[in-house]
């Protein structure tokens, strides 16, 4: 008996309930499914994908790129596509300064795998007084600021008290137009979610598949639409 694709979309955020890895593709192959038999249903899955991942970026990210794509079923595989071949963690691996001791306290698998190629670099879960970098891995992130889990709090108030330099990693897919940022931010401060959120004014630096750049330049460049139908609906 075949599974109906929202049944399936449900199977799949739950399977994925504790992962890191937001699952792209996997979740993408149900809207173009959706997108390909019956149209009507793909705003309605989106917008359950959201209800599902309300504080993952990509989740919002993907559901704008296939709501706006010209040609519904090619633009989801395009954006499944780009948020497979990100190159934020190699970017991010190139950027550090040599012999850095880096704290990573939320670290993401792409970059920790990136970050093991640099042989000259020291990786920590916790920021020490001999930390000379935390990268803080944004959930989310728009052009203000960004989400982050809230294990981070601490190592973020210790570079702080410290003036450890934050460089923020945003992952692509996780940069959201101002009126998508301000829509998850409404839903996940209401809705218990245990994240926070860090200022651009805190960052250093925000290294994301353009590089390290600074936080105002870094923050300003979403490749989503900010569609309407994403905007005030209630779940």
């Not at 149209?39 to 209800?51: D, G, K, N, T």
């Not at 990573?104 to 920790?112: C, G, K, L, M």
């Not at 702080?160 to 940069?175: C, N």
């Amino acid at each position: 008996m075949s599974v109906h694709p929202l049944e399936q979309l449900r199977y799949i955020a739950r399977q994925w309930e504790n992962g890191d890895d937001f699952p792209a593709q996997e979740i993408a192959g149900v809207l173009a499914e959706l997108a390909d038999e019956n149209p009507a249903s793909l705003l309605q899955a989106c917008r359950r994908l959201i209800e599902y991942y309300p504080s993952t970026g990509a989740a919002w990210w993907l559901s704008a790129r296939a709501l706006s794509a010209a040609g519904d079923v090619d633009g989801i595989w395009e954006a499944a596509e780009e948020l497979s071949s990100d190159p934020t963690a190699e970017l991010c691996a190139q950027a550090l300064p040599a012999d850095a001791r880096v704290a990573f306290p939320a670290p993401a698998p792409n970059v920790t795998r990136a970050l093991r190629q640099r042989k000259d670099v020291e990786v920590a879960h916790q920021t020490s007084r001999r930390t000379d970098l935390l990268l803080l891995r944004a959930r989310a992130a728009g052009p203000a600021g960004l989400l982050f889990a809230r294990s981070s709090s601490g190592p973020l108030a210790a570079a702080a008290q410290s003036d450890v330099p934050v460089w923020a990693v945003v992952e692509r897919g996780t940069l959201l137009p101002e009126p998508l940022w301000q829509q998850l931010l409404d839903r996940v401060l209401k809705g218990g979610v245990a994240v926070e959120v860090a200022n651009a004014d805190d960052l250093a630096a925000v290294v994301s598949e353009h590089g390290r750049e600074e936080p105002e330049e870094g923050l300003s460049k979403p490749t989503c639409a900010p569609v309407a139908e994403l905007l005030g609906w209630k779940g």
